[in-house]
């Protein structure tokens, strides 16, 4: 008895501390109660009550992977548990990230990829169960990669260095396949679509711009003016003008510049424009962290007689990288998000896929659904990332100073 | 050669140096190589191009931006189906800047609310600015403009049922409509006067400076001049012989509200998506800046004697602008050119008539260069200004 | 410094490797193609009966149909399309840009188009006009009624100039609200933001029927405009407009000649030498158009004649039950007439 009146003294107390210290604080605390009351139990009742969800479960697969033949799914999958493995890798080598922080990341990582895995059962008989296998196989991987990490101690350039672009190029494979192959027979990639469209194309589009913006960012450090100038110009016309533009440049103009025997398909169009876009925002990140450089580094580069290149990528760059790494993985999750644009030009991503939903004769007019579901998934991943650039943030002391 | 030392010692030997180990020279021939990559590249893809379009007697020319348009754009200045594709692009050209300039201006007020509020004590305003921000920002622009428009704006009752609000402000899917004042015969008799009012204002504000630099006591140099333009130009409408301004209220004639002010759903989806994505942003600018502004800074200036207004005035605000401009900036500049996504929910902006033109005409090449060149003197411009107020607020060290 | 040399070495092989490549000679659409091994095909997403994405991600349609009657004329399998969906705004430049080889979505034959934009067109394959979609409970009777309306439609069609015409004529103020495709048009529409909707008959009686209460709109029976609606091809390439062209034109004569699916087989041992030489059982105009003899065959039995395809995506066979009118073939009072194969 006692200890529940102390209890609620307790609570009393931290009420007046924290929402009615002053008359000022208390009609805040009470006009923003009123504010979430009219904007929270509206979209409430509207998810459990008022919403046919049967437009979500109905496209689940066009959601998840677009057009990829139903037969074939299984090469998703794997992908898929792939990737848990690498995560859980990635995720090792934060050493401000506990057991119990890792663990919650797994289980958001596992929501996540359900989507792709598990959500495709409702509409297959027999995967059910496979999926299910699936999803257990992505969770063992996520550990085993993280234990691996943690007891070998890769280094974070290890594992991003080797085991992110190696599953690239492993995952590119197994989703396109070979022509006349039985076992993995080709997949075009414009049957690609939905989340699986969306995180290729931001994934590819990290990968590649990457290196990029390192070159442009040297270049336009460099002393050699004709190089200099070419870069700068590049960046700026980049940073100066909206990502649809350079879509649709894209579009329009990479057919007309290559040869008439030489196609591109439009995924890969998309995703030069994207990485041309995100290389030149790298480029300035990276920039801010070699103009941080004490000029010391370089003259003593040279004092001990490394040349132009060397100094560059053993003593320069890596500084240099290491003091914009949060910045840069804020980059990542700006162009996770701008991958949403390639939906204008035609590709079937998860936006893509959700204005399909809409103009599907039976789900007219649930608008309110489809787009709710998309945004909670942009959501998950956007906010997955941006814990991990905050864990790293903390780590490399960044934001400390 | 210049750059070694010892070259005016060894003179003789410099000489000797071959070419490919002579630094000017190994630069010389890497810029050229680069320039002759390049232009080798630009040459060929430009070959392909032109041989492309000649193949279907396609042209680059800006001729055809004089030809009659032939459409008609939903919103926006003055323009008819008569006018030519310069005109139309004009019109779209002002829509842009007409939502991005009310965009900065809502987006920095709310940002600052926002940014303000997660620095709050009060848990209540902390926790709903923190999940704001940490809500809007994770999710796409692109979906968010969706929602917007798709299932709030179109979701509002028709325009024959609409809801009407104090001031006979009508809302409803057709857009929000608000009283507004129209010109009569003595409008510009009275714009007159108040360019006598403004002029007066500044008069008094001189005679006030002076007054202060000879006194040497601070003078409110913000109210009296305010009060004497006012004066001024209210008086002046009594002077006149009919009310230079009437006020008209929208009135349903027809299909469609009369009279007032109107704002189309697809102008106000695009403002409201454009306000709130910007601001969490903006929230987090304004908060890093505050933050970066010594506590010392603060303590000292309470030491003082400064009340907490004025110490956030004098003390803390100019500080942090310092830190908060630059990046602030650029969140003007990435809204401006977010606007371009106005095109998925047919507000007619830069982007959509330029694409709406490229279509009619079928000169998709002339229209992105115009397009890129618009935007980029828009970015030009913004960055002009960061550059300026950077000098301008530059610590000067001694 | 041999590296340095190297480097240069490498580099001047690299352009002349890219100088080599740019001296290749045109070739043809047809033999781009058929390298090729796909056909790349220009197409609606969101028009029900004439170009759509099935729940299973799959392109169904009328337009859809004359893309596999094309692939069938080329590679006999349907199967082997690319389809690129396109809006209203990007068809054209996907087409002069060669992203495309034929666009099959509901576009307007114009001489504007056929000569400044850089396209050729290639039969009309569905005559069409602009009509105006409004709810019934406004009980409007004619399109002059709408003065002072707003219209909803799609931003870079012939509908947006024709409709703006319409009204300049006649002096009265409208308000034009342009979307970027069907689904934008309808969803505003369906909510009230605009009083009617208006764009070629077909594309909205498909919608109609696609509508939760397709009953509740009503398609006046005006139409504004002439919208004849046919497959495009790039620019200056005869043979391949030539196999566009009589891919279409099999498919009517099929029709004229009773030939259909079912039939097929009896029909190849008919003695009627038309029907021979159609099905290219005796003569070479296939080959004559550097195609597979057996094209026309190919077709009907992969796809089917002109008005089974009409039937089936768009007729009694199809929810939409549009009559074939003005689309019916010449000897039933129709437009369709295809020239002889001969």
């Known amino acids: ?401 | ?398 | 410094m041999t590296k340095n040399r190297l480097k240069l070495a490498a580099s001047t092989l690299f352009t002349l490797v890219l100088i080599l490549g740019a001296s290749s000679v045109f070739a043809g659409k047809l033999d781009t193609v058929k390298r090729r091994g796909i056909l790349h095909c220009g197409v609606n997403k969101m028009i029900p009966g004439f170009g759509f994405l099935t729940p299973s991600g799959q392109f169904e349609g009328f337009d859809v149909a004359f893309c596999k009657a094309i692939a069938s004329t080329v590679f006999n399998d349907p199967t082997k399309v690319k389809y690129v969906p396109l809006s209203s705004a990007q068809r054209f430049t996907a087409l002069q840009a060669g992203e495309i080889d034929v666009l099959s979505r509901n576009t307007t034959w114009t001489a504007s188009r056929d000569g400044a934009v850089g396209l050729d067109f290639t039969v009309t394959t569905f005559y069409d006009g602009q009509g105006v979609l409004v709810k019934k409970d406004l009980g409007i009777q004619g399109i002059s009624e709408l003065a002072g309306a707003t219209f909803c439609t799609i931003s870079g069609t012939t509908t947006e100039k024709n409709i703006t015409d319409y009204f300049a004529k006649r002096n009265v103020k409208f308000k034009l609200l342009t979307f970027e495709d069907a689904d934008g048009m309808m969803s505003a529409f369906r909510a009230n933001r605009c009083d009617a909707a208006t764009s070629d008959r077909s594309t909205l009686l498909a919608r109609q029927y696609a509508e939760k209460n397709p009953s509740i709109y009503v398609l006046m029976d005006q139409t504004i405009s002439k919208e004849p609606l046919g497959p495009a091809v790039g620019s200056n390439d005869s043979q391949w407009r030539d196999v566009v062209v009589w891919t279409v034109y099999g498919m009517l004569a099929a029709e004229e000649l009773g030939v259909t699916q079912k039939n097929l087989e009896a029909m190849k041992k008919n003695k009627d030498p038309v029907i021979q030489r159609l099905l290219g059982v005796t003569g070479t105009l296939g080959k004559g158009l550097g195609v597979d003899n057996h094209f026309v065959a190919n077709i009907i039995k992969n796809v089917g004649n002109y008005g089974e395809v009409f039937e089936r995506n768009l007729g009694m066979k199809s929810k939409f039950k549009m009559s074939r009118g003005l689309n019916a073939l010449w000897t039933d009072g129709g437009l369709m007439y295809a020239p002889p194969f001969r």
């Open chain 2, 1 to 398: 050669m210049t750059n070694n030392p010892h070259s005016s010692l060894h003179k003789s030997e410099a000489i000797r140096i071959p070419f490919y180990r002579n630094v000017k020279m190994i630069n010389l021939l890497l810029q050229l190589l680069f320039f002759l990559i390049i232009g080798i590249l630009a040459f060929w893809l430009l070959r392909n191009m032109f041989s492309g379009l000649a193949q279907q007697n396609l042209k680059i020319q800006f001729g055809f931006m004089t030809e009659e348009a032939g459409f008609s754009i939903s919103e926006g200045i003055e323009f008819s189906s008569k006018n030519s594709y310069w005109k139309a692009f004009q019109v779209g050209a002002v829509n842009t800047l007409y939502v991005s300039v009310l965009g900065i201006l809502l987006s920095t007020v709310l940002g600052t609310l926002i940014g303000v509020g997660r620095l709050s004590h009060n848990f209540l305003i902390n926790t709903l600015s923190t999940a704001y921000v940490e809500i809007v920002r994770n999710i796409p622009l692109l979906v968010q403009l969706f929602a917007w428009y798709h299932v709030v704006y179109l979701a509002l009752p028709g325009i024959r049922q609409s809801i009407p609000l104090p001031g006979s402000i009508h809302l409803s899917n057709r857009g929000a409509f608000f009283p507004w004042w129209e010109g009569t015969d003595t409008t510009r008799m009275w714009f007159g006067f108040i360019g006598l009012a403004i002029l007066s204002g500044i008069g008094v504000l001189t005679i006030m400076k002076r007054k202060e630099r000879r006194s040497g006591l601070p003078q409110s140099k913000i109210l009296l001049p305010l009060l004497v333009f006012s004066g001024v130009s209210l008086l002046s409408i009594f002077a006149l012989p009919q009310y230079p301004l009437h006020l008209s209220s929208p009135r349903l004639k027809g299909f469609n509200f009369q009279g007032g002010i109107h704002f189309s759903p697809e102008f106000m989806g695009l403002l409201t998506g454009l306000t709130i994505y910007t601001a969490a942003f903006i929230a987090e600018i304004v908060r890093a800046g505050i933050l970066a502004v010594h506590k010392g800074q603060g303590e000292a200036a309470q030491a003082l004697g400064l009340t907490p207004l004025q110490i956030f005035r004098r003390v803390v605000f100019p500080q942090a602008l310092r830190v908060i401009f630059p990046p602030l900036a650029n969140q003007y500049l990435n809204l401006t050119k977010n606007s371009s996504l106005a095109l998925v929910i047919g507000f007619a902006d830069l982007f959509q008539v330029s694409q709406t033109i490229s279509n009619q005409s079928g000169n998709a090449i002339p229209i992105i260069l115009l397009i890129m060149g618009s935007y980029l003197s828009l970015s030009l411009f913004i960055s002009t200004i960061i550059n300026w107020f950077n000098t301008k607020t530059e610590i000067v060290t001694r």
């Open chain 1, 1 to 401: 008895m006692s200890s529940h009146t102390v209890s609620k003294n307790m609570m009393i107390l931290w009420l007046r501390k924290n929402m009615f210290s002053s008359w000022r604080s208390a009609l805040l605390s009470l006009g923003s109660l009123w504010l979430a009351y009219l904007i929270l139990v509206p979209i409430l009742v509207f998810v459990v009550h008022d919403a046919n969800w049967e437009v979500i479960v109905d496209n689940i697969h066009l959601f998840a992977v677009g057009s990829y033949p139903a037969d074939q799914l299984w090469r998703v999958f794997l992908n898929v548990v792939l990737l848990m493995g690498l995560i859980g890798g990635t995720v090792a080598t934060q050493t401000t990230m506990g057991i119990k922080s890792a663990s919650l990341f797994m289980l958001f990582t596992a929501c996540a990829l359900w989507i792709v895995i598990g959500g495709n059962g409702s509409d297959r008989e027999g995967m059910n169960a496979i999926n299910h296998y699936f999803l257990i196989a992505g969770l063992g991987l996520y550990l085993l990669g993280y234990t691996t990490t943690k007891k070998k101690a890769f280094s974070r350039a290890k594992v991003f260095g080797i085991g992110w672009l190696l599953y690239i190029l492993l995952s590119l494979i197994l989703l396109s396949g070979f022509t006349g192959n039985s076992f993995l027979p080709k997949v075009t990639n414009h049957l690609w679509g939905g989340l699986l469209l969306t995180l290729l194309v931001t994934v590819v589009g990290i990968a590649a711009s990457f290196p990029f913006g390192i070159a442009l960012a040297l270049g336009r450090k460099s002393e050699l003016p004709v190089i200099k100038l070419f870069c700068i110009g590049f960046i700026e016309t980049i940073r100066g003008v909206p990502l649809i533009t350079l879509l649709f440049m894209g579009q329009v103009l990479i057919p007309l510049f290559l040869p008439p025997a030489l196609v591109v398909s439009n995924l890969v169009r998309v995703m030069i424009a994207v990485t041309l876009f995100a290389a030149a925002y790298m480029a300035e990140y990276i920039r801010g962290g070699l103009q941080a450089l004490p000029i010391g580094q370089n003259e003593a580069a040279q004092a001990l007689g490394l040349n132009r290149v060397q100094t560059n990528f053993l003593i320069i760059l890596p500084q240099a990288i290491r003091a914009v790494i949060p910045a840069l993985v804020g980059e990542c999750i700006a162009l996770f998000k701008d991958t949403s644009l390639v939906a204008i030009v035609g590709l079937l991503d998860l936006t893509g896929a959700a204005k399909a939903a809409i103009g599907q004769p039976n789900f007219i007019g649930l608008e309110a659904e489809v787009f709710m579901t998309i945004a909670l998934v942009y959501w998950i991943f956007s906010y997955l990332m941006s814990i991990y650039s905050q864990n790293l943030e903390r780590q490399l002391g960044v934001g400390i100073r």
